[in-house]
């Protein structure tokens, strides 16, 4: 769930591990999802392929991948400090072998099913009474951010995207409503004005660039 003392300035896109910037190309991106450590993670398991068996029905090796994107939520009750945790898994026998190509089509296809149930789970009447964060318009375009910075072979993302000042960030937020008001259940970014008057509609839905 972003807030607005969250966001930062747009020369710290790469550098920082948290926080909210606004880019011209991507709209608002979330730091701590684009870092990608999920998708380092699957990377990594898709790399090492352990636990692999033979199929028979299927006459080929395949190896069990589990992934999963999960929320945390710390208290401290009478003193003792508690930590709640709540997410979804995805759970999947991959073919050995294949190539890093493929296997990135597959981590990418892993990554997309797996977001989109998160994202509803946050929005699911469990939790939305208390965070706005299912499905924010800038949820699943930091998670295809995340996941190209891992899977990529080309400049970061990040700055591809063009992340403006924080003070041209601050006013696009300070003329629209909370982002968590704006709903975005699709990988494509919401942009909103950069220019005065930025208090003006909607943000309008783009198509992704084509370097991601």
């Known amino acids: 769930m972003s807030k607005r003392f969250d966001i930062t300035d747009g020369s710290f896109a790469t550098t920082k591990k948290q926080g909210l910037i606004y880019t011209e190309e991507l709209g608002w991106i979330d730091l ?30 395949y190896f069990p991948v589990n992934y999963y994107q999960e929320m945390g939520k710390g208290k401290t009750l009478f003193g003792i400090n508690l930590a709640f945790h709540t997410g979804v898994h995805t759970q999947v026998m991959v073919r050995a072998c294949l190539s890093p190509a493929l296997k990135a089509r597959v981590a990418l296809t892993i990554m997309y099913g797996t977001a ?6 946050q929005n699911s009447v469990l ?12 949820d699943l375009v930091s998670d295809l951010v995340g996941f190209y910075r891992v899977f990529g072979t ?32 699709e990988f494509s970014p919401y942009l909103f004005s950069t220019k005065p008057p930025l208090k003006y509609g909607e943000p309008v839905k783009k198509n992704l660039p084509e370097w991601l």
Request: proline share 5%; aromatic share 18%.
């Open 127 to 138: 939790f939305n009474w208390y965070t706005d964060s299912g499905f924010s318009v800038e």
């Open 32 to 61: 701590g999802h684009a870092q990608g450590n999920d998708a380092r993670r699957l990377k990594k398991k898709l790399e090492q392929e352990q636990w692999a068996t033979y199929s028979k029905e299927f006459n080929d090796w």
């Open 154 to 185: 080309g400049p970061d993302p990040l700055w591809r995207a063009k992340p403006v000042s924080y003070e041209t960030a601050i006013q696009i937020w300070d003329a629209h409503d909370p982002i968590g008001t704006f709903k975005n259940t």
């Open 116 to 121: 989109k149930r998160f994202e509803a789970w």
